[in-house]
């Protein structure tokens, strides 16, 4: 048992050793696309993309919260000349606001995360959406280096879930418990938003920089992707830097988004069902009324 602890500690060691990551950037930097664009070409193509980034990433932080949804509502009722809250009362009676909510946010995610990147994709850089990771391309054979991230962090969450903290935070839809409707719905509203996220950064943002900086698009991407984790628990922010540059990797090794996008996906429902689990509040009816 000793060895093969040690045996699987060694192979862990030596795989994430930061000589390993730097070999990993030289060898994307040695490939094409990286650095096939000419000077003028470079400039404007990290203009562009950084300028998308950037609306996109405050467009997303300002309208994706509950409480922009309930002022649209309000806004909407006052509009029909109708009380300020003739649309919330309406979607309360449902039992399912909540969740609706939820379904706004994921909604500007698909709109900042997907819908814009593609138009500039299309109007600007002028090539198939489809080329920005939205293929399987190579995840197969990179399979172990995911399973490689997702490991240690499955680990971790089920040592994290016997913490307060982790438990009030997880999930964030608070009634996913309630059903198991209302668990699978939020989950595919979690899931489609990791989809729409794993373009943006691992899709659209790396794949269009890197023909004009090489692999510095990993780093470039790195700061963003960690700032858009401050709201979460500080685990879980300090981690995205490493879960960034290393999901970032296999993003241009294997040109696509999928594998991230799994890795995400077991994560997240990891993390609410260890909560659910912890608290004893996994569902046993699947309508909640």
Request: charged share 15%; with cysteine.
């Amino acid at each position: 048992m000793n060895k093969q602890i040690m045996k699987a500690g060694s192979f862990f060691s030596n795989r994430l050793h930061p000589k390993q990551i730097l070999l990993a950037l030289d060898d994307i930097d040695a490939t094409s696309p990286s650095y096939t664009l000419n000077r003028p070409e470079a400039l404007r193509r990290v203009f562009t993309v950084l300028a998308c980034v950037s609306v996109c990433l405050l467009m997303i932080h300002y309208l994706k919260y509950s409480s922009v949804f309930l002022a649209m509502l309000k806004a909407l009722s006052e509009f029909i000349d109708q009380p300020a809250n003739y649309f919330y009362l309406a979607l309360r009676q449902t039992g399912f606001v909540e969740l609706i909510s939820y379904a706004w946010w994921t909604a500007w995610h698909i709109v900042g995360y997907v819908l814009i990147p593609s138009l500039v994709i299309k109007r600007y850089i002028k090539l198939p959406v489809a080329d920005f990771g939205w293929r399987w391309n190579a995840t197969t054979a990179h399979w172990r280096g995911y399973a490689l991230l997702l490991s240690p962090i499955l680990v971790f969450i089920f040592i994290a879930s016997s913490s307060r903290d982790f438990v009030a935070h997880y999930p964030f839809y608070r009634l996913a418990g309630r059903s198991w409707f209302d668990l699978l719905a939020w989950e595919i509203l979690y899931l489609t938003q990791f989809i729409c996220l794993e373009f943006f950064f691992r899709g659209f943002f790396l794949q269009a920089l890197r023909p004009a900086v090489g692999a510095n698009a990993v780093w470039i991407m790195c700061v963003p992707y960690l700032m858009i984790h401050f709201p979460k628990l500080w685990p879980e922010a300090g981690g995205a830097i490493l879960f960034g540059l290393f999901l970032g990797i296999l993003a241009l090794r294997s040109v696509s988004i999928w594998g991230g996008f799994f890795v995400h996906a077991g994560v997240a429902v990891g993390m609410d069902l260890a909560s659910l689990l912890k608290q004893g509040r996994m569902p046993e009816v699947f309508w909640p009324f």
